[in-house]
Nanobody, 115 residues
Framework: QVQLVESGGGLVQAGGSLRLSCAAS????????MGWYRQAPGKPRELVAT???????NYAGSVKGRFTISRDDAKNTVYLQMNSLKPGDTAVYYC?????????WGKGTLVTVSS
């Protein structure tokens, strides 16, 4: 198992930037896929970005070119750099890890983008 703890959320004005961090309780070196999802009020959870252990990435169309996912295996941490934030990016952002078919989730961090 792995526990995930997100941090870095907060209130930012439109056009601003934030960097989210996801700290894992153990080494992420062997974890197949790590990623970020988000859930806005009244909406289902949706994929934001994922990165495999081979560094392949996948982004939602709505964030492509604005958000960047990265992982530092030495620090057991995954990051999400969010630039040019929009009010539509307001949501709780969740860290996710997938290994051997098991899904692990953090408790989330709230990002609020004001217009």
């Amino acid at each position: 198992q792995v526990q995930l703890v997100e941090s870095g959320g907060g209130l930012v004005q439109a056009g601003g930037s934030l960097r989210l961090s996801c700290a894992a309780s153990r080494s992420i070196f062997s974890i197949n896929t790590m990623g970020w999802y988000r859930q806005a009020p009244g909406k289902p959870r949706e994929l934001v970005a994922t990165m495999t252990s081979g560094r392949s990435t996948n982004y939602a169309g709505s964030v492509k070119g604005r958000f960047t996912i990265s992982r530092d295996d030495a620090k057991n941490t995954v990051y999400l750099q969010m630039n040019s934030l929009k009010p539509g990016d307001t949501a709780v952002y969740y860290c996710n890890a997938i290994q051997y078919g098991n899904n692990y989730w953090g408790k989330g961090t709230l990002v609020t983008v004001s217009s």
